[in-house]
């Protein structure tokens, strides 16, 4: 029982360097989601991909990139690390987005990567 | 603005006590979900509410959703230690294309 994987868990980068944090799903689901989690904020949305193909800005894109690499990986890279973006990254994937429709589209997330730039 | 506020935001309490963490948010939604995190872990799916007057119950926690007032409410009954965690409510908005908005969690302590 798999569900969301990412990699890695943890990681220290020194401002300016960049990193590609990954992210698989085997759920056959067709959205995906990167959050990061930063205290007293709750989760703020940096890309999401509602299908295979797609790709959208959230609430917080500046400094990230994404990739929906197929169905099951969608992975985020950061060009050039900045301390701002010491953070906790969490993704997540479900059958579809949110609303409109009674499907309760449930998000299922990673274990989370714990992120300093130092 | 989109948003969602919960309140209160950190909460200690005595086990066997009852209580109620609250979830207002801005605008007109069909569906709020709730969330549980133990520390230094991921977030666990609770309970899915996706209409007005919907109430829904696992073991000590129930959560109810009031469209009309844009509030939901998680009631913990008899209250236990393992129910310590942070708890979030998330709101998908039709604006923001059905993207979750997220409240900023409560920190919730149950004292033996």
């Known amino acids: 029982n798999a569900g969301v994987t990412q990699t890695p868990k943890f990681q220290v980068l020194k401002t300016g360097q960049s990193m590609t944090l990954q992210c698989a799903q085997d759920m056959n689901h067709n959205s995906m989601y990167w959050y990061r989690q930063d205290p007293g904020m709750g989760l703020r949305l940096i890309y999401y991909?509602?299908?295979?193909?797609?790709?959208d800005k959230g609430e917080v894109p500046n400094g990230y990139n994404v990739s929906r690499l197929n169905k099951r990986e969608f992975s985020l890279r950061l060009e050039s690390a900045a301390p701002s973006q010491t953070s906790v990254y969490f993704c997540?994937?479900?059958?579809?987005?949110?609303?409109?429709?009674?499907?309760?589209?449930?998000?299922?997330f990673g274990a989370g990567t714990r992120l300093s730039v130092l | 603005e989109l948003k969602v506020e919960q309140n209160p935001l950190f909460l200690s309490m005595q086990e066997g006590k009852n209580y109620t963490i609250y979830c207002n948010y801005s605008t007109t939604s069909d569906r709020l979900y709730w969330y549980r995190q133990d520390p230094g872990k991921s977030l666990e799916s609770l309970f899915v509410?996706?209409?007005n007057g919907a109430v829904k119950q696992e073991g000590r926690l129930m959560a109810s959703l009031d469209t009309k007032a844009r509030l939901s409410t998680l009631h913990i009954t008899a209250a236990v230690h393992d129910l310590s965690a942070t708890y979030f409510c998330a709101v998908g908005f039709m604006d923001s294309n059905y993207q979750l908005i997220w409240g900023a969690g409560t920190k919730l302590i149950i004292k033996p």
């Open positions: 991909s509602a299908s295979e193909g797609t790709t």
């Open positions: 997540a994937s479900s059958e579809r987005l949110a609303g409109g429709s009674l499907a309760k589209n449930i998000q299922y």
């Open positions: 509410l996706l209409s």
